[in-house]
């Protein structure tokens, strides 16, 4: 059964670092590029970060770069996300997620096929 | 960064009825827009790549157009179980970035 399991959340004070990890079964994590999407209450569905199948490329949404970090081990089917100096507007539920591509000619799209049930932060004082 | 806007932001419907729901984009993104459905407690479920290629498994009754800054999902013969939120998400250029979402409800 394909699967995603994220954990790692919690309850922690502005400026204070957490790691997430999801957790991936049921599939080969090194075919697939991995995904993590935020859903908060101010802003719905935020796109975070995304990690190319070996960890060779990297993005991240404006409001995360240089505190967040996206990192995958293929060999324990297990993505991470590190993020440090956290802000109360980085509340909300994190969910990893699996890119499937699907290619006609020389276009390639994009999207993400299987979600995990997300992790809850709340960055409170 | 691309701004993806929805219309309406929520809707009530009956089943049988189709229903549409626009998307979009602050800029061009050709055809690199996708859609997902959403229930309460539930994950998203992927539908819709490429603007108007249906993902497996998801039934013909769901169909999407556009190109460009404009798209439309149409969810024909609305079944009980259409009853969602629905979000649309570019997948032009990073970051991605999701619309705000279009609540069905019953009416």
């Known amino acids: 059964q394909v699967q995603l399991v994220e954990s790692g959340g919690g309850v922690v004070q502005p400026g204070t670092s957490l790691r997430l990890s999801c957790a991936a079964s049921?599939?080969?994590?090194?075919?697939?590029?991995m995904h993590w999407v935020r859903h908060t209450p101010g802003r719905g569905l935020e796109w975070v970060a995304a990690?190319?199948?070996?960890?060779?490329?990297?993005h991240y949404v404006d409001s995360v770069k240089g505190r967040f970090s996206i990192s995958r081990d293929n060999s324990k089917k297990t993505v991470y996300l590190q993020m440090n100096s956290l802000r109360a507007e980085d509340t909300g539920i994190y969910s990893c997620?699996?890119?499937?591509?699907?290619?006609?000619?020389?276009?390639?799209?994009?999207?993400?096929?299987?979600w995990g049930q997300g992790t809850a932060v709340t960055v409170s004082s | 960064d691309i701004q993806m806007t929805q219309s309406p932001s929520s809707l009530s419907a009956s089943v049988g009825d189709t229903v549409t729901i626009t998307c979009r984009a602050s800029?061009?993104?050709?055809?690199?827009l996708n859609w997902y459905q959403q229930k309460p407690g539930e994950v998203p479920k992927f539908l819709m790549y490429?603007?108007?290629s249906l993902q497996g498994g998801v039934p013909a009754r769901f169909s999407g157009s556009g190109s460009g800054t404009e798209f439309t999902l149409t969810v024909n013969n609305l079944h009980p179980e259409d009853f969602a939120v629905y979000f649309c998400?570019?997948?032009?250029?990073?970051?991605?970035?999701f619309g705000p979402g279009t609540v069905v409800d019953l009416k």
């Open positions: 997620a699996r890119q499937l591509g699907y290619c006609s000619g020389e276009t390639c799209y994009q999207g993400m096929d299987v």
């Open positions: 049921g599939f080969t994590l090194s075919s697939f590029v």
């Open positions: 990690i190319w199948f070996d960890g060779e490329e990297e």
């Open positions: 800029q061009n993104i050709d055809t690199f």
């Open positions: 490429g603007a108007s």
């Open positions: 998400q570019q997948s032009y250029r990073f970051p991605f970035t």
